[in-house]
């Protein structure tokens, strides 16, 4: 072998890191993609219900429980539409809605409620309703409801959580 051809192999062997590097990589970005989700590209927001061990008060909860199935919103501002589903349901329609951006907009639900986004935060608002009523649901970050879902046995979810929170 000429002293050229001993010269050439470690450029062919270093060219190759960058590509080795990207396919080690991928798994931890598709992770990384998928729990910061995609709802921005697709007019969608989601809601991250949980429930407290005490009475909630202004969506407040000093001794949470654990998470429940989040709620996800389609919506469609030119059409004045919302459609919602719990995780792993079927879609509800919900029409004549006050839409401003996908992050802020409000909907008529049932017997007189409303409820909808005000700057990313989930509201949910009773005409009999005050900010006293007694309740044990709260909705809270994503970060914090991926917290609840994660035992204390898996660092790498706990760890994801505090990523989002």
């Not at 992770?31 to 969506?59: F, Q």
Request: with cysteine.
């Amino acid at each position: 072998m000429s002293h050229r051809e001993h010269e050439a192999r470690p450029t062919v062997t270093v060219n190759l890191i960058p590509i080795i590097l990207i396919l080690l990589a991928s798994p931890v970005i598709i992770l990384i993609i998928k729990a910061l989700g995609s709802d921005w590209m697709h007019s969608r927001i989601t809601a991250y219900p949980a429930l407290c061990n005490e009475t909630v008060y202004l969506n407040q909860c000093a001794s949470p429980n654990h998470a429940l199935a989040k709620i996800i919103y389609k919506i469609y501002p030119r059409t004045k539409t919302v459609y919602w589903w719990v995780e792993g349901g079927d879609a509800k329609k919900v029409t004549d809605c006050q839409i401003t951006n996908r992050t802020n907009w409000a909907c008529p639900g049932e017997a007189g409620e409303t409820f909808g986004f005000e700057n990313g935060q989930y509201w949910k608002k009773s005409q009999h309703q005050d900010d006293t009523t007694s309740t044990k649901i709260y909705y809270t970050t994503k970060g914090e409801w991926l917290r609840l879902q994660c035992s204390n046995s898996n660092p790498l979810c706990a760890a994801l959580a505090r990523i989002f929170n």
